[in-house]
């Protein structure tokens, strides 16, 4: 039997892990950005003072990147608190998460740094390791100029002495781009043509050359179908809506796409054109889901899905539909995964592709209809706000614990895509239900898995271990 | 002398955001042959540089045979504007006869409209009034209404609230008392309708609770988890949560308007509907609640639009009632409210309703008080 601080410290972390997953600093359906921030950096500060080694550990969590880069600016910022045996750590983690972050993300925690005036030895030491291990500094000093700049000066980095072709020029780039004439590196080269030369804008990353082409007045047509080689895999998908010929991609290459991301993209067409183009969409959503699931593909036997597309599925103008992107990313992972499956939405739409984000959170109703179904697994995402009537799915959940499953043979899990600033934390569904928050589509099942231990159950000991081995897993595929 | 009610009409789950409650109505089916067009204005041709305010108003439309109503503008037979209508000589009936529309006062102004037309007031006083405006400027109302806007957490309530499929209707809660209702024929109606909510005007009492208050309670689902045996039970056990609900909405929170009784006068007859505006016996109730709806042939409710009157409404609503009963006779009145004339006057006075009576009489009166 755990004691009631165990527990209490349990549910802490969990709390935080939660929040961190589903967090994004942007403004959600019922709440605006303002009282998030409030609540994620109270968060932060709380894991931070009490749990500092576990706060660290959620970097291998699977946690969101902007929390990932908070958590790594807020332990280089308080490296004086720490004693040197949880510095080590932490510095391994940091040295792991930051090369699984995206080079833009770690440029925006760089200039952070700098804004908060945090310049102690080992955040210099973290930047300069992160930099000399990049592939292609010379790519990323004309494609993120400003913010390397920053990192550079900040971390008094000796730019004739990194690695790499472009290492000499660096300085004369970053510096006096002006005073040197030609450059031999040529990428530097091409930019600084493309102050002069329509054709050079062509050879710069996209959002380079977009700045350039703007200067140059290159009609936005003629832009896509040069820049069109140069288009990232995100970028390309991003443009499919407004892009037009230039940028297409064929069905095959939309299966190639990232789940939810491409879930995103087919709820922005409209409900007409996904008719039409149903069978493509559809088998680029499958081909995408399977390619997820992996080889756990139909090995969670039977399936039940409560799929939320009420209103407030919408999200807000920053994240728009978002709850019902992940909804609808989740139902085709969890086709995949699922031996036999039975998907239900809330509105009793039967069409997953024409889902759209209307009537009321009747969660009650839906989940008694998919416990009927006699499902091992119930997976339910939803925001939480069931209010058709408020809290009879908590009720239906707990006695359907209480007096019809005492065994727990039907695992229950809540995936829930928002964050709720007002209850600091994800919103639950109902006490002995784990909930967990969830980002993309893609972690639903290590989400599945870890949400065990958010029965109201276990204990700080047994969460802690597993923690541990976790980060020993995830750090142990650095070394390779 | 009968009362409201909301037949044909479901009571839903209501949702709660901070102080306000949106209690949702829902129809099994829409109401045939009659529809709700907000701000069905045409264009008035208003110049182009400078900002008009066009109050938003509703128009309601029927067909008279039961068949569907066509989107706003786009039948031919309708008559464009009925008020161009009314002004043709009644020599020519058969206009008249194929009128389908009618508009509503905006809901702004329709109260001030509405309560003296209810007791006839004295039109002999209009001249008086007149001139005292036009020497004084507008005389100041005695309480004001607040726009939606100004009170606080409706805008975000009706932001977030999730209309149900098949909704027609919504009850307004501000701190649990009821502050308004709409009901429409049909759920598109209220789709359009929904978010001028928020243009409409509240009473007093309202908006000070919207500041007072920051919570209701939610009204939790309970489940006695001893009476279940299997998913079947449990399924009638959450039935019966929503039941009582609904139970519990009409029979305690919707008190307040459906318990009293209402003196209904009707003003239009459109087809087998017919419109009408409801008041309380102002002496008796302690919720007021007054507003029009247009009721079919069984008296069902196709449209309704309440307003909460606040208690200054209310007080001037008695003695207007009492003077209306009385046939406007000060000593008469004043013996049925068992006062004595002076003090009547100044309860008129107080009222802000004495510009009704001669300069003199008041004088007189007001200084007999004054001096008791």
Same mark, same amino acid.
């Given at each position: 039997m755990e004691s009631v601080a165990d527990l209490t410290a349990a549910e802490d972390v969990l709390l935080f892990v939660n929040a961190a997953v589903a967090a994004t600093g942007q403004d959600e359906f019922h709440t605006g950005r303002e009282r998030q921030t409030w609540s994620v950096d109270f968060l932060h500060e709380y894991m931070l003072v009490n749990y500092r080694d576990l706060y660290a550990a /959620? +970097? /291998? +969590?699977?946690?969101?990147d902007r929390n990932k880069a908070r958590i790594v600016q807020r332990l280089l910022s308080t490296g004086a608190d720490a004693v040197p045996a949880q510095r080590a750590v932490e510095g391994r983690l940091i040295r792991r998460a930051l090369r699984d972050l995206p080079a833009s993300r770690v440029y925006r925690l760089f200039t952070a740094l700098q804004k908060a005036k945090v310049n102690n030895r080992r955040t210099r030491a973290v930047m300069r390791e992160w930099l000399a291990a990049r592939p292609d500094l010379g790519f990323e000093a004309v494609k993120y100029r400003g913010a390397f700049k920053r990192a550079a000066v900040h971390a008094h980095l000796d730019l004739d002495g990194l690695p790499g072709e472009a290492g000499d020029e660096l300085a004369a780039f970053l510096f006096a781009p002006k005073a040197i004439g030609k450059f031999r590196t040529p990428l530097f080269e091409t930019w600084r043509r493309a102050h002069y030369e329509r054709a050079a804008v062509f050879e710069l990353p996209y959002t380079v050359a977009e700045g350039f082409a703007a200067a140059h007045r290159i009609p936005r047509g003629a832009f896509l179908e040069g820049i069109a080689p140069q288009l990232t895999r995100n970028e390309r998908l991003r443009l499919q809506r407004s892009g037009g010929e230039a940028v297409a991609l064929d069905a095959a290459a939309l299966g190639r796409m990232p789940l939810t991301r491409l879930a995103a993209y087919v709820l922005a067409i409209p409900a007409n054109e996904r008719e039409e183009r149903r069978a493509e969409l559809t088998g680029a959503l499958r081909a995408a889901a399977r390619r997820t699931a992996g080889d756990r593909a139909g090995t969670w036997g039977a399936v039940a899905a409560v799929l939320d597309d009420s209103y407030s599925a919408s999200g807000s103008t920053e994240k728009r539909r978002r709850p019902l992107v992940v909804a609808l990313a989740a139902h085709f992972l969890l086709e995949a995964l699922a031996g036999e499956y039975r998907p239900l939405w809330l509105s009793g739409n039967d069409d997953a592709l024409l889902a759209k984000p209307r009537g009321v959170t009747a969660l009650g109703e839906r989940i008694l209809d998919a416990l009927e179904t006699g499902p091992e697994t119930l997976v339910v995402v939803s925001d939480g706000w069931d209010n058709a009537p408020a809290g009879l799915a908590a009720e239906v959940l707990r006695v359907w614990a209480v007096r019809l499953d005492p065994q727990r043979r039907t695992a229950i899990v809540h995936l829930n895509p928002v964050f709720d600033a007002d209850g600091i934390g994800v919103r639950r569904l109902a006490p002995g239900v784990p909930t967990a928050g969830i980002r993309d589509a893609e972690d639903l099942p290590e989400l599945v898995a870890f949400a065990r231990f958010d029965d109201g159950r276990s204990g700080i000991a047994e969460l802690r271990a597993a923690v541990d081995a976790r980060v020993e897993r995830w750090l142990a595929e650095e070394d390779r | 002398m009968s009362r409201l009610t909301f037949a044909g009409l479901e009571t839903r789950p209501g949702q709660v955001w901070g102080q306000v409650r949106l209690v949702p109505l829902v129809r099994e089916a829409p109401v045939e042959g009659l529809r709700m067009h907000p701000g069905g204005l045409e264009d008035l041709g208003l110049p182009a540089d400078g900002c008009w305010y066009t109050p938003h108003g509703l128009t309601a439309e029927w067909t008279g045979d039961g068949s569907g109503v066509p989107e706003f503008g786009t039948a031919m037979r309708m008559a464009a504007s009925t008020v161009r209508g009314s %002004? %043709?000589? $009644?020599? $020519?009936?058969r206009f008249g006869d194929r009128r389908t529309r009618v508009r509503f006062v905006p809901r702004r102004g329709a109260l001030e409209t509405y309560l003296p037309l209810a007791f006839r007031a004295p039109v002999v006083a209009w001249p008086e009034w007149s001139s005292r405006a036009f020497r004084h400027s507008l005389l100041p109302l005695p309480d004001r209404t607040y726009s939606g806007a100004l009170v606080d957490g409706l805008a975000d309530a009706l932001r977030v609230f999730e209309i149900h499929p098949g909704q027609c209707g919504v009850l307004v809660y501000v701190a649990d008392a009821l502050s308004g209702v709409l009901v429409t024929p049909h759920p598109d109606d209220y789709r359009r309708l929904h978010p001028t909510l928020v243009e409409d005007s509240y009473g007093e009492l309202i908006w000070r609770y919207s500041m007072l208050y920051d919570a209701v309670p939610e009204f939790e689902a309970r489940i006695d988890a001893s009476r279940v045996d299997s998913l079947a039970d449990l399924r009638a056990r959450a039935r019966a949560v929503q039941r009582e609900w609904a139970a519990f909405h009409d029979g305690a929170l919707a008190a307040g308007l459906l318990d009293p009784e209402y003196h209904f006068t009707e003003t239009c007859a459109m087809a087998e509907f017919r419109l009408v505006r409801y008041r309380p016996t102002f002496a008796s109730v302690r919720e007021a609640h007054v507003g029009e709806a247009i009721m079919d042939a069984q008296g069902r409710p196709a449209f309704l639009q309440s307003f909460r009157l606040s208690e200054t409404h209310v007080r001037r609503a008695r003695l207007l009632e009492a003077l209306s009963v009385n046939e406007w006779r000060l000593e008469a009145t004043a013996e049925a409210l068992g006062l004595s004339t002076p003090a009547l006057v100044a309860l008129l006075h107080n009222s802000d309703l004495d510009w009704m009576l001669r300069r003199d009489v008041a004088d007189r009166n007001l200084a007999r008080h004054r001096g008791q």
């Open positions: /959620a +970097l /291998a +969590l699977g946690i969101n | %002004r %043709r000589p $009644k020599a $020519k009936p």
